[in-house]
């Protein structure tokens, strides 16, 4: 898989022909050019049977040392890469696999359980695009992580 860099423009763009909860980047851009999956028709994705891969619920630790040790704030990128880091023996085949949306199923993982923080209160949902910020239960949380 190829990595390409969009400025602004392009990137409000294609979020604006984006269906909300589905599509990727990816997805988008294959539905503007008229490149179609298996002659038009979408690949049906098969689910991981249960207990395969790292549970999204392992990612919660590590999102929140990365955090706390970068002084509460850092860069979406800066965070999911650190988790990898850390869990890099704890990842098994399945979670490096790339999914049906082109995106590696643990990095996925990562973002799902990020939106769950947010939910709990632990992580900011007003934060700047792009940067995850602890909330000040996302700080005790890390902080009682460490004993």
Same mark, same amino acid.
């Given at each position: 898989?190829? =990595? ?6 392009? #990137? ?13 980047? %990816? ?17 049906? =994705? ?38 990898? @880091? ?5 990842? %098994? ?12 199923? #643990?990095? %996925? @993982? ?21 940067? #995850? ?7 005790? =949380? =890390? ?5």
């Amino acid at each position: 898989m190829k =990595a390409i860099r969009i400025d602004e423009d392009v #990137w409000s763009a294609l979020q604006k022909k984006a269906r909300a909860f589905e599509d990727t980047p %990816n997805s988008v851009l294959r539905r503007v050019l008229g490149i179609d999956r298996a002659n038009g028709k979408r690949r049906r =994705a098969h689910r991981v049977p249960r207990g395969v891969r790292t549970p999204q619920s392992e990612f919660r630790a590590p999102i929140l040392r990365i955090l706390y040790e970068a002084g509460g704030s850092a860069k979406m990128s800066e965070v999911v890469d650190g988790v990898g @880091a850390l869990m890099q023996q704890r990842l %098994n085949d399945v979670d490096r696999q790339t999914m049906a949306s082109g995106e590696i199923r #643990w990095r %996925n @993982a990562v973002q799902w359980e990020r939106n769950q923080m947010v939910n709990e209160g632990l992580l900011r949902k007003d934060s700047p695009r792009g940067v #995850w910020q602890l909330t000040v239960k996302g700080v005790k =949380a =890390a902080e009682s992580d460490e004993h």
